[in-house]
C-alpha cells in the first residue's frame, strides 16, 4: 500500500508564492504517475496537476503559467511550486496516484490579504 505526506502549506498573500512536498513510502513511487489535487470549502476535490514516470506534465487551465509539478525519484518526493498565488487557489491540497490510494490529511494553503 502506498502512503502519502502532504507539507508546505501556509498562509500567504496574493501574488506571494508556495513550494509544497508529497513524500511518498511503498516502494513504488518510480512506477506511478503522480498527481496533485485540491479541494476547496463546499467544492469537490479537482485535479490541479500530474506528472507522469516520463516527466510528462499536465495542468488544470486556472493554475497553467502559474504552477509547476516535479518529482524527485531518488527522495519518493513530488513538489508544486506555487506562483502567482490568488484567493482562488485557498484550499487543501493532496497528492495521489490517479486517485488509486487512501488520501493522505493534505496541506492547508491559504491566500489572503
Known amino acids: 500500500q502506498v502512503q502519502f505526506v502532504e507539507s508546505g502549506g501556509g498562509l500567504v498573500q496574493p501574488g506571494g508564492s508556495l513550494r509544497l512536498s508529497c513524500s511518498a513510502s511503498?516502494?513504488?513511487?518510480?512506477?506511478?504517475?503522480m498527481g496533485w489535487y485540491r479541494q476547496a470549502p463546499g467544492k469537490q476535490r479537482e485535479l490541479v496537476a500530474r506528472?507522469?514516470?516520463?516527466?510528462?506534465?499536465v495542468y488544470a487551465d486556472s493554475v497553467k503559467g502559474r504552477f509547476s509539478i516535479s518529482r524527485d525519484n531518488t527522495k519518493n518526493t513530488v513538489y508544486l511550486q506555487m506562483d502567482s498565488l490568488k484567493p482562488d487557489d485557498k484550499a487543501v491540497y493532496y497528492c495521489?496516484?490517479?486517485?488509486?490510494?487512501?488520501w493522505g490529511q493534505g496541506t492547508q494553503v491559504t491566500v489572503s490579504a
Open positions: 506528472i507522469s514516470r516520463g516527466l510528462s506534465t
Open positions: 511503498g516502494g513504488i513511487f518510480t512506477f506511478l504517475s
Open positions: 495521489n496516484s490517479d486517485s488509486r490510494y487512501s
